[in-house]
Nanobody, 119 residues
């Protein structure tokens, strides 16, 4: 079965950068989509960015121009490069997988990695 593990979280100053990684222990078959989600304490989970197997990506309006999602060829790794960090970016970040390729049916989830942005 597919397992996802996030890494790269930590603390950063406002205006700084962090890069998160999502590693899959088992590859998706056929079409797939990987997404990054985040959930600040006490708030609703938000979709941050998604990327399909062809590299097509989508972003939440709140992170456009600041975050970039990418993937390595021939490796089960997806990155989320975060720059221009704001305190509002603080939260638990989750990597999720969709093996339907629609980017709407995420059923595989990692345990999360904490991101804390201070002013």
């Amino acid at each position: 079965q597919v397992q996802l593990v996030e890494s790269g979280g930590g603390s950063a100053q406002a205006g700084g950068s962090l890069r998160l990684s999502c590693a899959a222990s088992g590859p998706f078959y056929g079409s797939r989509c990987v997404g990054w989600f985040r959930q600040p304490p006490g708030k609703t989970r938000e979709r941050v960015a998604t990327i399909d197997r062809y590299g097509q990506s989508n972003y939440a309006d709140s992170v456009k121009g600041r975050f970039a999602i990418s993937q390595l060829n021939d490796e089960n790794i997806v990155y989320l490069q975060m720059s221009g960090l704001e305190t509002e970016d603080t939260g638990m970040y989750f990597c999720a997988g969709d093996d339907t390729g629609t980017c709407k049916e995420f059923r595989y989830w990692g345990r999360g990695t904490q991101v804390t942005v201070s002013s």
